[in-house]
């Protein structure tokens, strides 16, 4: 499956999962716009980083702006950008709760809010959110970082109500586990346990969100809309 | 200084993108008074969506200056600026005389 001629925009493509999203589209022919809070760590041709916060609208709209200016729209949106911590709610900093708040849910409301503008007038689209195990598992220490990614799916099907009538389709992939810098701030033996309890108890490798990404941004899944994929037999 | 002839000509073009992909039948009347939000509105809240959408995009354009009709102060407006293509015009003179 060829992305030639489609502009997909990826949040948090600096590095992690969302780097690993960016290369696989840049492989497959796509032009590829990359937001995060840092520089670029992709040097490709058809690779165009953005510094953006996603958390601060202003930030986001700017950057919309710029797009507007140099390319046709988005085609495929994928919300990525995240951060987590994880720590008892007793003494979670509320200045850490507030930045899971703002960049995993807020920012993906914003980011889906202007891409959406871009598939209006061609009548076609795919958003993919990016969701998370912790959302079905509600892990101790995630109460924060679990209720955004719930917030994710939940939005997402939400959007998939607005944009439906639009071709636009929205989804979420629940990931599970996989090496990460997100996941190298937990303790592994804790991951591991809840590993261990999954149905099919071991890591997300790249490829089992690449999957479930190539089939919700497939010209045949125009019909698959307002759906959570949890990976691993998390459900 | 923008004129509300200037004003009422983006919010026609954006009514007229809107009628390019309504059915014949469903077309709108691109007049100043024709009812866009509200119980007698003649497009679905999609339809009107879409309107503000290329009202903010091609004022901001035309005029200069980010117009944003989406935020607290627009929905809270007593008479909403959506009713029809004068009441968003009026709304977006007041806006355009802030900015000067």
């Not at chain 1, 924060?144 to 997402?156: E, F, L, P, R």
């Amino acid at each position: 499956m060829g992305y030639e001629g489609k502009t997909v925009l990826v949040t948090g493509s600096r590095r992690g999962v969302g780097k690993t999203i960016t290369q696989h589209f840049l492989d497959k022919g796509a032009t590829v716009i990359g937001f995060a809070k840092g520089e670029s760590s992709i040097d490709h041709p058809s690779y165009h980083h953005f510094q953006v916060d996603v958390g601060v609208p202003a930030e986001v709209q700017a950057a919309f702006g710029q797009i507007a200016k140099a390319f046709p729209g988005i085609d495929i949106l994928i919300n990525n950008a995240a951060v987590l911590t994880s720590q008892y709610a007793m003494i979670m900093p509320p200045a850490a709760a507030q930045a899971m708040l703002n960049v995993n849910l807020f920012g993906a409301f914003m980011v889906s809010r202007e891409a959406a503008k871009t598939m209006r007038k061609r009548k076609w689209g795919r958003i993919i959110n990016i969701g998370s195990m912790a959302a079905s598992l509600e892990p101790i220490g995630d109460s924060v970082y679990a209720a955004t990614k719930a917030g994710i799916s939940t939005m997402t099907n939400v959007f998939a109500k607005e944009l439906g009538p639009l071709n636009v389709t929205c989804n979420t992939v629940g990931i599970t586990a996989i090496d990460s810098d997100m996941l190298a701030q937990l303790p592994r033996h804790k991951i591991e346990e809840i590993i261990a309890g999954l149905p099919v108890p071991r890591f997300a490798q790249a490829d089992d969100i690449l999957n479930v990404i190539d089939f919700f941004a497939s010209e045949r899944s125009s019909y698959i809309t307002a759906q959570t994929v949890f990976l691993g037999g998390v459900n | 200084m923008i004129s509300r002839d200037e004003v009422l000509a983006v919010i026609y073009a954006a009514m007229e993108s809107l009628n390019e992909e309504l059915d014949e039948g469903s077309k709108i009347a691109v007049a100043a008074d024709t009812k866009l939000f509200g119980a007698d509105a003649v497009i679905d809240s999609l339809s009107l969506v879409s309107i503000i959408i290329d009202v903010e995009s091609g004022a901001s354009d035309a005029f200069g200056f980010p117009v944003v009709l989406t935020d607290d102060r627009a929905i809270n407006e007593p008479v909403s600026p959506f009713t029809s293509p004068d009441a968003l015009a009026d709304y977006m003179l007041i806006l355009a005389a802030e900015n000067e």
